[in-house]
């Protein structure tokens, strides 16, 4: 389709103020492009340059609110086949300028238009530099947005008494509420860096603690057949499926509150393969004895470089997650796998005799690049491994 032919969504013009409260004090008046009312919870930044609906739909940032330090977003509008959830769950959205052109032809409605009808408060037209620059500096830091109230005082004091993820367990909150068998959809988000299994396929079981769509697809493209069960389901129930294999999915909150998934993963080590992701990650490391931590202004981009220590390769990965697996606590069964280069965190690990393994970031992508996609067809390869050795 030639760009004279691409529909062009136009977006509204915004004259309602809105403002924006840090608790150190900061606040600052933009425009409102989305939801009137008001948001706060921790405020995150994103360096991706694309993905604002995967961002705003993953399940994982429940409890926090965007900042894009890319300046200007909206550009590609909203496409449906884009959303990593069933709605948005990042409480607020932060940027610098809106486009006033969405240009896509997979495009359905402009950002601000699917903002407001998501009941999503946003702002725009604020130095999204200084804020980063603020969040940079002090560490994580609680916030407010509101169309409704303008005063600094009362602003400042509300974004004081703010809800942390501090503590909270949130994937409890964001998971499914039943179990459910997940059946492949929209074909081209799949990640083209692995070929699509064709033969016979492998029975697993998916924890949702926030699972993104991509994850779920990529499972498929891999070749298992995807069950996916709540938050809370006990690793018996778990093991009555017979499965192949179990994954633990990405989530929101603080990993040390979700007692009830540290328990399930910790009975199921040693019984069926295991692969873990971000949240997942973190829980299967407190399964087995290491602790967590949470990080200044943790990890929230498209472009983190991280070096497998199993190929020797540096993959650039799609990271999401403000709290991390502290590497000195790691037990004698924990072996390193995984690293990130800017701060030599410790981005996976597997088990040293069981078939178990996680990752600190996202090999699905959704937004960002698929040099990690393999991972999958490892977690495949790793099961198989398994049978062949009874």
């Known amino acids: 389709m030639t760009s004279d032919s691409t529909p062009r969504l136009t977006s509204s ?3 309602a103020p809105a403002w924006l409260a840090l608790e150190n004090g900061l606040v600052v008046q933009g425009r409102s492009i989305g939801a009137d009312g008001e948001a706060s919870g921790d405020l995150v930044f994103n360096t991706a340059m694309t993905g604002y609906q995967e961002i705003l739909t993953d399940p994982s940032y429940a409890g926090q609110g965007v900042v894009l330090t890319y300046p200007l977003i909206g550009n590609y509008g909203i496409a449906d086949e884009d959303m990593e959830s069933g709605r948005a769950w990042a409480e607020a959205l932060v940027i610098k300028e809106l486009s006033s052109i969405s240009s896509n032809h997979r495009a359905t409605e402009t950002l601000d238009a699917w903002l407001r009808r998501r009941g999503v408060v946003a702002i725009e037209g604020v130095d999204t530099r200084r804020i980063t620059k ?6 994580s830091l609680r916030f407010v947005i509101s169309t409704t109230d303008s005063d600094p005082a009362s602003l400042v004091a509300k974004a004081k008494a703010a809800v942390s993820t501090d503590g909270r367990d949130l994937a409890s909150e964001v998971t499914c509420a039943e179990s459910y068998s997940w059946t492949s959809q929209f074909e081209s988000s799949f990640p083209s860096t692995t070929e699509r299994w064709q033969g016979e396929r492998l029975k697993c079981v998916a924890y949702d603690f926030g699972a993104k769509r991509n994850i779920l697809r990529s499972l498929v493209h891999t070749g298992f057949d995807v069950t996916v069960v ?3 389901t006990s690793a018996a129930e778990v093991l009555a499926m017979n499965p192949d294999g179990v994954f633990l999915s990405n989530g929101p ?5 979700c007692t009830y998934a540290v328990e399930a993963a910790r009975e199921l080590v040693g ?3 295991v692969f873990g992701i971000c949240l997942g990650h973190q829980i299967l490391s407190l399964a087995l004895g290491a602790k967590t931590k949470k990080m200044a202004f943790g990890h ?5 470089p991280v070096r497998d220590e199993t190929t020797g390769r540096i993959e650039i990965t799609s990271q999401n997650h403000s709290y991390v697996v502290d590497e000195s606590t790691m037990p004698a069964e924990m072996v390193a796998t995984h690293w990130n280069l800017n701060d030599m965190s410790l981005a996976g690990m597997k088990h040293r005799d069981h078939p178990v393994f996680s990752v600190q970031y996202h090999p699905e992508a959704a937004p960002g690049p698929g040099d990690s996609a393999h991972l999958f067809t490892r977690f495949r390869e790793m099961i198989l491994a398994q049978v062949e050795a009874q």
């Open 253 to 257: 909150g603080d990993p040390s509150a």
């Open 13 to 15: 013009p915004h004259d």
């Open 300 to 304: 929230h981009g498209a472009n983190h």
């Open 134 to 139: 603020a969040i940079r500096e002090e560490g």
């Open 230 to 232: 709540p938050a809370k």
């Open 271 to 273: 019984k069926t393969p």
